[in-house]
């Protein structure tokens, strides 16, 4: 079992910064990449960013890519991400998320059902 704890969310204006952290516990060894995702009142969860473990590739929806920018901590089993010039629109609770198994496709990182743990959420509103 991972155990995933997110916090960081909060108010902010538009045009502001948030920096989201995941802590993880638990079977850490087992997690090979975590992720970021959100949702929206009224809207289905989507992808916003995510990283492997080892070596860091990084993966990134068209939406958060020059404005947002995921990183870990090996040492602290922590994820973070880091977000600038927030829009209202995303405005969302944010989930991390560890995926436990090897994939091979760029598509699969994108894909929530690939993740096999997930946190509680956090909520972030963007003020206009």
């Known amino acids: 079992q991972v155990q995933l704890v997110e916090s960081g969310g909060g108010l902010v204006q538009a045009g502001g910064s948030l920096r989201l952290s995941c802590a993880a516990s638990?079977?850490?060894?087992?997690?090979?990449?975590m992720g970021w995702f959100r949702q929206a009142p009224g809207k289905e969860r989507e992808f916003v960013a995510a990283i492997r473990w080892s070596g860091g590739r990084t993966y990134y929806a068209e939406s958060a890519k020059g404005r947002f920018a995921i990183s870990r901590d090996g040492a602290k089993n922590t994820v973070y991400l880091q977000m600038s010039s927030l829009k209202p629109e995303d405005t969302a609770v944010y989930y991390c998320?560890?995926?436990?198994?090897?994939?091979?496709?760029?598509?699969?990182?994108?894909?929530?059902?690939?993740?096999?743990?997930w946190g509680q959420g956090t909520q972030v509103t963007v003020s206009s």
């Open positions: 638990g079977r850490t060894f087992s997690s090979h990449a």
């Open positions: 998320a560890a995926m436990t198994r090897i994939y091979y496709r760029d598509s699969d990182y994108y894909t929530g059902a690939r993740y096999d743990y």
